[in-house]
Structures are given as C-alpha cells and as structure tokens.
C-alpha cells in the first residue's frame, strides 16, 4: 500500500513545478516581446518585431542596412525612410506619443513616436521607459517641421520614428546629466536658468566620459585636433620634416627644477620638458626644417586657468640664411593658416561651442602685428603700470597688454620681438645691439602667451659659456653642446601649447575644458 505522506510530498512538487513553468512562460514571453519576437503578452501588438532590445552585437552577421549620420539630415531628405544610431539624450512621454532627441556626437534631432496604425501603445511605452544615454538604433521619416526646434542641431527637420532598436543600454542613475553639462552658461543668466543645475568642473572631471559626450565637448576636440592638421599641413607645404623626439631624458631640457623625475633601471631619468634640444640636434643632422607634436611635462604646482602638467606640444625649428625673423616670418604664417583654416572648415563646430560658451569672434591681421618689447612696456606704462626694461611680463600684465592692443590694433594676435635676456633660457641669442636683450620672442592670444621662441646658439663654445652661467652641469648636457662642435646653420624656432590655442582661439575660460583627460597637481585620474 502507497505511504500516504509520500502521495502529499508527490502533489505538492507537482503544482511547485507547475508554478514555477507558468512563472517561466510568462518572464519568456515578456523578455520575446522586449526583443522583437514573435512572442507577445500584446496579441494584437501591430508593432510587433519593430522595437525591443537588440541581442549583444558578436558579429555574426552583417545587416544590409546603412546608418545615416544625424547631421546630414535636413530639408532636403524630406521625406525619406532613414536608418540612424544615437544616444536617446532625452525623452518626454505624453498621452499616446513620446518626443525624444536623438544625439550622435555634437548633432542632435527630434523624434516622434506616437501611436497609429503602425504603432501601438506598447511601442510608445517601450520607448518612454528606455534609459537616458542608452544607444539605440531607429528608423524614421524625415519631416519638415513649421516651427524652427532651437533645442537640436538639425532645426528643419523631425524624424517620425518607425522602428526602435536598443543597442546597448545604459544604467539608468547616471552621475550627471548631459543636458545639465551642455547647458549654455551666459554672464546673466534668467531666472529659470539659474534655478538650473549647473555641472561644477570637478564633477565633469571626475566623469570625464559622460562630459566628453556633450556637443560642445564633441565639437571642441573636433577643433582641436584640426589644429594639429592644419599646423602640419602648413608646415609641410613649407617643407618641413615632422621628427618624433624621447620623452625620457638624463638632464632637464630647460634647466631649473621643474621636472618629473623618473627611475631608469639602475639611475634617473626625467620626463622631457620641451623637445627643444633633439630640434636642435635634428637641425645639426641638416634637416632644415622640423616639427614635432608630442608630449611635454611640466612639474610646476601651478593650479591656474591655463596650466597642466602635461600638455601636447607643437614644436617646430628651422635653419635661417642671415636673420632669426625668416623664421619669425614662417611661424606668424603657420599660426595665420590654423587660424583661417578653423574659420573656413569648422564654423559648425565653432558655433557649437559658442551656443554653450558665448564668446567674442577671434580676430587677427595678415601679416601678424609685431611689436618690440619695448613698446609693450611703453604701452603699459602709459596706462598706469609700473615695470621695468627688463622685467618679464606678468600675468596681469600680459592680459593688459592683449586689451591694449585688441583696442588700438584690432587683432587678437600678435608677437613680441626682442626679449630681455635675463628671462631667457640659457641657449638664446643675446640682441648684438643691446646686451640687455635678445633675439627671441613670444605670440600671445586674447592677452596670453601661446608661444615662446627664439634665434639659438649655434656655436659650441658661446653656448657653453652661457650653459655656465645659467647654472647648467655641462656634464649632463655634453650630447646637446658637442651637437655644436660639427658645424651647425644659425636656426630659430618655438614651442606652442596645443590645448592653449584652443581654448583661447574659443574664448574658453579654462585649459581643462581642452585636455581630453588633465593632468595638473591636483588630478591624475581618470
């Protein structure tokens, strides 16, 4: 005879596991629906297989499907069927339809779900409940709209969202947001913006990626890295060789102790402060002219508007016939071809930056203004500073010294020849009419100094003479002085900070918002 508590135990395992089978059919059907399939707790779903989650792209397939980048939409694509790929960058649900904006990079367009008869409630829902950031792929019709939208990039145009896709998702807590970071900030602010929140630069630092996500942070970069292109492209077509120089030195390459130090196996090393003496040895190697854009170093604890600890260089030097302003001459071109360049190729992206960052119209003169540096002191002097002949320019000074000239002049750029020699670096060539100055210059932007440069020494001795009396260890430079012993042509050149042009070129008010991860004595990470 059956034990009758085993018949109890038997019973009940059997409606457990029938439970547990309903509870699996339904999450199975509800993940189907999610993911497009053919599935759905909604029979008659009119959407179905149109929008969901999309499997993890391994790579087993290739779609013949073509994504259309955001910023070509426009008038003319009226009314065709588009496939594009995105950040949902904001969403807003309402009734039977749902808004949304669609980001990719700095380009930005409204989207419309709404509920049809190709669209159903549980569509629009879907895509109401999808995470901020998440990357998606839709497919919509272009439309004109009546009405300019002022919160897009792509203003004459909506997309009427046929299919929606997640592609990857994002959590959904996000450290900030991308529209708090990409809100425009203005001297006065209206009420409304300044109950806003504001996104402190700490915070962006710490989240550098979420930051880096922003259309104006997009659009900077972009800028950026054209003036890397165009410097080069200048300087080619002026032929010029580009030189890649160590970063890993035994001797500071510009003396004083602002300098990482490094273990190098058994000994030290440092991190290179500039690539000026390997310029110059490429030059005694008969290159001629060189260009070189790479890292720089620079252990000073400086926590200013326009200091980093490492920060991209763009070094060039060149050998001259009779006069250090041949050279002079090549570098004011240079920086006049970036400058044209911006202007003409990247407006879109200029006015991006100025939507958030308002700023005034960088203006420059061809050929550059040159003045001597005894009529920036002249200058100064007459509005009520008090320096003297041979004092470097302070800070304060130098941004006078830009009003100055932005008043009188009517230009953003330009240099000042003939520095006092004492601020100069050990390797300048003093002035041969006044001892008291030098053959070296540096350019500034919107009153701050973007380059600094020079005629160098190009006989052994004489630079050895001056390497003492600077307080160098001959020792420790003996490579860079005998490069001199072998017969080496009189040469010039300088050294410009990457991410300080830009960031003046943009009228911003920090270097960090043009160094894609910063590096000062505060900040190692991320």
């Not at 380009?107 to 569509?123: F, G």
């Not at 490094?262 to 690539?275: C, R, W």
């Amino acid at each position: 005879m059956e034990d009758q508590s085993e018949v109890k135990v038997s019973k009940k395992a059997a409606k457990k596991a029938e439970k547990a089978a309903k509870k699996a059919e339904m999450k199975a059907s509800k993940k189907a629906e999610q993911s497009g399939g053919d599935v759905t707790t909604e029979v008659d779903d009119c959407s179905r297989g149109k929008y969901g989650v999309m499997p993890i792209i391994t790579s087993t397939e290739k779609l013949d499907r073509v994504l259309v980048p955001v910023k070509s939409l426009n008038g003319d694509e009226k009314g065709k069927l588009v496939w594009c790929r995105g950040r949902l960058h904001t969403s807003r649900a309402k009734g039977k339809q749902c808004f949304f904006v669609l980001r990719q990079q700095f380009a930005t367009i409204q989207c419309l779900v709404a509920v049809s008869e190709d669209i159903s409630k549980a569509m629009v829902k879907f895509v109401s409940d999808i995470s901020k950031e998440s990357i998606i792929d839709i497919e919509g019709t272009v439309v004109a709209v009546e009405k300019s939208i002022e919160s897009c990039s792509q203003k004459d145009v909506e997309l009427h969202v046929k299919q929606v896709f997640v592609v990857n998702e994002s959590e959904p807590r996000l450290p900030l947001q991308i529209e708090d970071a990409a809100r425009p900030e203005t001297e006065e602010d209206s009420t409304e913006e300044k109950l806003s929140i504001r996104v402190n630069q700490d915070t962006r630092l710490d989240n550098r990626i979420l930051d880096l996500r922003t259309p104006t942070s997009q659009a900077i970069f972009r800028i950026e890295a054209a003036v890397c292109d165009l410097f080069r492209n200048s300087l080619k077509s002026r032929g010029f060789v580009e030189i890649h120089t160590p970063k890993i030195i035994s001797a500071a390459s510009e003396g004083g102790a602002n300098v990482f130090e490094v273990s190098y196996f058994k000994g030290n090393a440092y991190l290179a402060q500039s690539p000026q003496l390997y310029k110059q040895m490429a030059i005694a190697a008969d290159f001629e002219k060189v260009y070189t854009v790479g890292a720089v170093f620079r252990a000073e604890d400086s926590n200013t508007h326009r200091h980093l600890c490492e920060f991209v260089g763009l070094d060039l030097e060149m050998a001259f016939n009779y006069h250090y302003h041949e050279v002079l001459d090549v570098i004011e071109s240079t920086f006049v071809d970036i400058f044209k360049g911006l202007q003409q190729q990247f407006a879109t992206e200029i006015e991006t930056v100025s939507r958030q960052f308002p700023m005034e119209t960088f203006k420059f003169l061809e050929p550059t203004l040159r003045l001597q540096f005894s009529d920036a002191v002249a200058l100064l002097r007459n509005n009520g500073v008090e320096m003297d002949d041979e004092d470097d320019l302070t800070t304060a000074n130098e941004k006078l010294l830009g009003k100055l000239v932005k008043a009188k002049y009517g230009t953003d750029f330009f240099t000042l020849d003939k520095f006092p020699l004492k601020v100069r670096p050990f390797y300048t060539m003093p002035d041969p009419n006044n001892s008291k100055y030098s053959n070296s210059y540096d350019m500034f932007m919107r009153g701050e100094e973007i380059l600094s440069g020079a005629q160098r020494i190009h006989d052994a001795k004489f630079l050895s003479e001056r390497a003492v009396h600077h307080g160098c260890d001959l020792d420790k430079i003996k490579a860079y002085i005998d490069s001199f012993r072998y017969g080496v042509p009189p040469h010039a050149g300088g050294g410009i900070g990457l991410e300080r042009v830009t960031m003046l070129f943009l009228g911003l008010d920090n270097i960090r918002k043009t160094s894609l991860f910063p590096r000062d004595p505060r900040r190692l990470t991320p």
